[in-house]
C-alpha cells in the first residue's frame, strides 16, 4: 500500500513541475487565470474582486519576484605601443576593480607581441574594467558586449527543485511509517532517484549564480613590431675550406673509432679466413701429391713396357 501512495506522490510531482512549466509559458493576464494546483483554467477575476482584494498586476504572478539574472560577456581586442608596460597597467586596472586572470596565452614572434587572456570580474565592476582597458589601448580592433537573460530558466530550475524537495520530505515520511524490507528498499530507492535530481538543479543554480555574479571578459592585447630583415653574415672561403677540413678530419676519427669497435667482428673473421685457408691448401697438397703418384705409376709402366723390347731385340 505505501508503495502505492510512493508512486502517486511521483507522478502528483510531475505533473506539478508540468504545470508550473507551463504557467511559465503564459502571458501574465493569462497567468492569473491559471490554476497551479488543479491545472485547468479558471474565470479571470473581475478588477472589482482584485480591488476588493488588495491584489495588483504583479501579484497575479505566481513565481517568485526579484532582480533580473543577466550573464554579461565582454570580448575586446587592442592594439598597445608597448606590451611590457600594457601589461603593468593591466594588472592595475584588474586590482582596482577586483577582477583577476582566468587564463592567458602569450605568443612572441619577431613581428607581433600578443596575449589572448580570459578575465573574471565581479558583474557590477564590467563597465568599468571595460573603460580602463580601453583607456590602454593605442587602438580599439574590436568591442563587443553579450547579455544572456537567464531569469526565466532560474525561476523554472527553482520551481522544479522546491517541488523534489517536497517529494523527498514525502518519501521520508513514507520511509518512517513502514516497516517492510521490500518497501524500504522501494522507497530508498525512489528517493536516490529524487536525490539525484535535486543535487542537478542545485548544481545548475550554483552554476547560473556563479555566471550572473561574475561577468567573463575575452581580451586580446597586442603589440606590433617593425621587421628588420637581417642577412646571415657570408664566411670567407679560408674560413669555410677550414671548417671542411675539420669536419673531414672529425668524421675520419669517428669511422675509425666505429672500425675499432668491431673487434670481436674482425677476430672472428679473420679466424674464418685463415681457417679456409688452412683447408684450400690442404685440398691443393694432396691434389699435387696425387698427381706425383700417378705421373710415378705411369713412368713404372712405361719403363716395365721398354724392358721387354729391348731383351727381344737381344735376342
Known amino acids: 500500500m505505501i508503495v502505492h501512495l510512493a508512486c502517486v506522490l511521483a507522478l502528483l510531482a510531475s505533473c506539478q513541475s508540468s504545470t508550473n ?3 511559465l509559458e503564459m502571458s501574465p493576464d493569462q497567468y492569473a487565470t491559471f490554476d497551479d494546483v488543479s491545472g485547468y483554467a479558471m474565470r ?5 474582486m482584485l480591488s476588493a482584494e488588495g491584489l495588483n498586476e504583479e501579484a497575479s504572478h505566481d513565481y517568485p519576484l526579484g532582480e533580473q539574472k543577466l550573464i554579461r560577456t565582454a570580448t575586446i581586442r587592442i592594439e598597445v605601443v608597448d606590451y611590457q608596460k600594457a601589461r603593468m ?5 584588474l586590482k582596482l576593480n577586483k ?8 605568443n612572441n614572434f619577431d613581428y607581433r607581441i600578443s596575449n589572448d587572456m580570459t578575465l573574471k570580474v565581479p558583474s557590477g565592476n564590467l563597465d568599468l574594467l571595460v573603460n580602463g582597458l580601453l583607456s590602454i589601448a593605442k587602438k580599439v580592433e574590436y568591442q563587443g558586449v553579450e547579455t544572456s537573460d537567464v531569469t526565466e530558466e532560474f525561476i523554472d530550475v527553482q520551481s522544479r527543485l522546491k517541488n523534489q524537495k517536497a517529494v523527498e520530505q514525502k518519501f521520508l515520511g513514507l520511509l518512517r511509517r513502514t516497516d517492510s524490507i521490500d518497501e524500504i528498499l522501494k522507497i530508498e530507492q525512489k528517493l536516490a532517484e529524487v536525490r539525484g535530481q535535486i543535487e542537478s538543479m542545485e548544481g545548475r543554480l550554483k552554476y547560473l549564480n556563479n555566471r550572473v555574479d561574475f561577468s567573463m571578459v575575452y581580451l586580446n592585447v597586442f603589440q606590433r613590431i617593425e621587421y628588420r630583415f637581417e642577412p646571415e653574415p657570408m664566411v670567407s672561403f679560408w674560413e669555410q675550406l677550414k671548417n671542411s677540413m675539420n ?3 672529425k668524421g675520419l676519427v669517428v669511422f675509425i673509432f666505429f672500425l675499432i669497435r668491431l673487434w670481436p667482428l674482425w677476430i672472428i673473421g679473420v679466424g674464418g679466413w685463415l681457417i679456409v685457408l688452412f683447408f684450400i691448401k690442404k685440398k691443393r697438397n694432396g691434389g699435387e701429391r696425387g698427381k706425383k ?7 713404372q709402366k712405361k719403363n ?3 724392358k721387354p723390347v729391348e731383351l727381344r731385340d737381344e735376342q
Not at 44 to 48: E, G, I, L, N, T
Not at 99 to 106: D, K, P, Y
Open 44 to 48: 479571470k477575476p473581475s478588477p472589482a
Open 293 to 299: 703418384k700417378k705421373k710415378a705409376k705411369s713412368k
Open 89 to 93: 597597467q593591466i594588472d592595475s586596472v
Open 247 to 249: 669536419r673531414g678530419w
Open 99 to 106: 577582477a583577476w586572470v582566468n587564463s592567458e596565452n602569450l
Open 21 to 23: 512549466d507551463k504557467a
Open 304 to 306: 716395365q713396357n721398354v
